[in-house]
T-cell receptor
Framework: EPEVTQTPSHQVTQMGQEVILRCVPISNHLYFYWYRQILGQKVEFLVSFYNNEISEKSEIFDDQFSVERPDGSNFTLKIRSTKLEDSAMYFC?????????????FGPGTRLTVL | RKEVEQDPGPFNVPEGATVAFNCTYSNSASQSFFWYRQDCRKEPKLLMSVYSSGNEDGRFTAQLNRASQYISLLIRDSKLSDSATYLCVASGDSSYKLIFGSGTRLLVRP
C-alpha cells in the first residue's frame, strides 16, 4: 500500500538555525500539506500546496516558514530561524482531490527539537 | 468556541464493550468529516469518513448530523488494539484544510 514518507524522523537543532523537513507524498496525489502537533496538544494545519503554489496557509505559517516541491517527488518545509516554540511533531500529508472526500494520508512525522 | 470539540476522556472500558464518542464542530461551511485514530507519538491514521446517511466499517459506525453540527463514532465489541486517541476532524471552508479536535482517549482493558 502506498504511503507518505518523511525524513528525518528526529531533528535536533539550535535556536536560530535553519531546518528543512522532507516528505515524499503518495505518488499520484496532487495536494500536499504540512501539519504540526506540539506535545500534548492537537494537530494544527500549517499549509496546503497544489500545482506548485500555496493554496491555503494558517496564521502559524509566518514568514519564517516556506514550502517547496523541488522535484517530482519531494515536498519540503523550511523553517528559516527556529524558535524554541517550533519544537513539535511535523506531519506531512497528501491527498487526491479526485477522490470522494479528498481524504488526507499522513506520514510518520519528524520530531523537531529546538534547543 | 473551539472549532472542533471533543470530550478528552479517557474512556476506560472492558474488552467487548460498546463505546460511543461525540464531537461538535462550529463551522457550518465544513464540507468533509472524518475520524482518525492516533497511537502515542504516531501519525493520525484515517479510520473513516463520516456522512449524513451514516456509514459502517466492521465494528465501527459513524454518523453526521449537519443540522446540529454533531459527529459520532460507535465502536462495538471493543478490542485491546482499539486503545488509542480518536480524533474528530472537520474540513475548513474548502476541503483542503483539516481542523482537528483535541482527541478522545480510549483505554480498553482485558
Amino acid at each position: 500500500e502506498p504511503e507518505v514518507t518523511q525524513t528525518p524522523s528526529h531533528q535536533v537543532t539550535q535556536m536560530g538555525q535553519e531546518v528543512i523537513l522532507r516528505c515524499v507524498p503518495i505518488s499520484n496525489h496532487l495536494y500536499f500539506y504540512w501539519y504540526r502537533q506540539i506535545l500534548g496538544q492537537k494537530v494544527e494545519f500549517l499549509v496546503s500546496f497544489y500545482n506548485n503554489e500555496i493554496s491555503e496557509k494558517s496564521e502559524i505559517f509566518d514568514d519564517q516558514f516556506s514550502v517547496e516541491r523541488p522535484d517530482g517527488s519531494n515536498f519540503t518545509l523550511k523553517i528559516r530561524s527556529t524558535k524554541l516554540e517550533d519544537s513539535a511533531m511535523y506531519f506531512c500529508a497528501s491527498s487526491d482531490p479526485r477522490g470522494r472526500d479528498n481524504e488526507q494520508f499522513f506520514g510518520p512525522g519528524t520530531r523537531l527539537t529546538v534547543l | 468556541r473551539k472549532e472542533v470539540e471533543q470530550d478528552p476522556g479517557p474512556f476506560n472500558v472492558p474488552e467487548g464493550a460498546t463505546v460511543a464518542f461525540n464531537c461538535t464542530y462550529s463551522n457550518s461551511a465544513s464540507q468533509s468529516f472524518f475520524w482518525y485514530r492516533q497511537d502515542c507519538r504516531k501519525e493520525p491514521k484515517l479510520l473513516m469518513s463520516v456522512y449524513s446517511s451514516g456509514n459502517e466499517d466492521g465494528r465501527f459506525t459513524a454518523q453526521l448530523n449537519r443540522a446540529s453540527q454533531y459527529i459520532s463514532l460507535l465502536i462495538r465489541d471493543s478490542k485491546l488494539s482499539d486503545s488509542a486517541t480518536y480524533l474528530c476532524v472537520a474540513s475548513g471552508d474548502s476541503s483542503y484544510k483539516l481542523i482537528f479536535g483535541s482527541g478522545t482517549r480510549l483505554l480498553v482493558r482485558p
